[in-house]
């Protein structure tokens, strides 16, 4: 049973750019209804808005983090408040955790150098990233320290965390995921792009693009299908792309 177990977003009638998103400016309601949810969709279909939004009614650093990690207001991150936090309702089953992280992959790099300058004061913090600075790991290493060294217990936002692993990564990350989720531990709420990652089996996949947020197959998604039919003939693809 998932924790998070509902997202409710009314229609928007305020001249906010949420409703230049077609996937978004219609209002939605969407059950998660499995342990493990994905997002899919083309950039700028609204998945990354919406993971911001959770995870600010969650408490999390939209920088990447957890609620200890929490910079979002202040002169020094202004503009780092999500404009759909405020509207959106999350229901809880039983009731609301404060635990688990939002991470996005492309603002990682300040993470890792916040994380930096707290082990200034006290090096310990780093026993929670596998002993030593994220920095001074690879960032496939530094993404899968954290997963394999933060991740415990709560719900996990994550915006297209495939972004520094390798295909083999991917698949160390799936086993993560697995050993977590299927205790009832975690709950994961990912946005991505790879075609392995969605394959994860039992998760629920939702699919944004002009006719608003559908739940899907991956086998139907064009990030499967797409990739597929390359790798079977990349010979055609690549006539046609670069023939002139």
């Known amino acids: 049973m998932p924790f998070l177990s509902h997202i409710s977003l009314p229609v928007l009638q305020d001249a906010t750019y949420i409703r230049q998103i077609p996937s978004l400016n219609r209002g939605l309601q969407l059950p998660l209804k499995k342990n493990v949810t994905f997002f899919v969709g083309e950039n700028g279909s609204g998945k990354s808005t919406l993971l911001e939004g959770i995870a600010e009614?969650?408490?999390?650093?939209?920088?990447?983090?957890?609620?200890?990690?929490?910079?979002?207001?202040?002169?020094?991150f202004s503009?780092?408040?999500?404009?759909?936090?405020?509207?959106?309702?999350?229901?809880?089953?039983?009731?609301?955790?404060?635990?688990?992280?939002?991470?996005?992959?492309?603002?990682?790099?300040?993470?890792?150098?916040?994380?930096?300058?707290?082990?200034?004061?006290?090096a310990r913090i780093l026993n929670a990233y596998g002993g030593r600075s994220l920095h001074e790991q690879s960032h496939g290493e530094s993404f899968l320290s954290l997963f394999n060294n933060k991740f415990e217990t709560g719900i996990y936002i994550l915006d297209e965390p495939e972004a520094a692993l390798s295909p083999a990564r991917v698949l160390a990350f799936m086993s993560v995921i697995n050993e977590l989720e299927r205790g009832g531990r975690a709950q994961f709420i990912i946005a991505t792009h790879s075609p392995i990652?969605?394959?994860?089996?039992?998760?629920?996949?939702?699919?944004?693009?002009?006719?608003?947020?559908?739940?899907?197959?991956?086998?139907?998604t064009e990030h499967f299908y797409l990739t597929k039919s390359f790798l079977e003939n990349p010979g055609l693809y690549l006539k046609h792309l670069l023939e002139d």
């Open 197 to 220: 990652l969605i394959c994860y089996p039992g998760s629920t996949i939702y699919q944004f693009d002009e006719h608003g947020i559908n739940e899907t197959t991956y086998e139907t």
């Open 57 to 76: 009614q969650c408490g999390f650093s939209l920088r990447g983090g957890n609620r200890n990690h929490n910079s979002n207001t202040g002169h020094r």
């Open 79 to 122: 503009g780092y408040e999500s404009a759909l936090a405020s509207y959106l309702r999350l229901s809880w089953t039983p009731r609301k955790i404060n635990d688990g992280f939002f991470m996005r992959a492309e603002s990682f790099f300040n993470f890792a150098s916040f994380i930096d300058e707290l082990a200034i004061d006290d």
